[in-house]
């Protein structure tokens, strides 16, 4: 692995950071990312974020 900047994606749908502003979470020691319109529905149980760990 290099150490070359890679694209982030949104855990949930794979958008990537190029297209909406992706926020860091953090959950069972590990570190990943959504945007912003997948982190409402994480927010409100429409979606179960121990799906995407
Ligand atoms: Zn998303």
Redesign the pocket.
Known sequence: MSNQYQTNN?V??A?TENEIPLIAISYKQQRTW??F??LPQLLHGKKNIDDYF
Request: glycine share 0%; hydrophobic share 25%.
């Open positions: 949104c949930v749908c958008v959504t945007c319109s997948c």
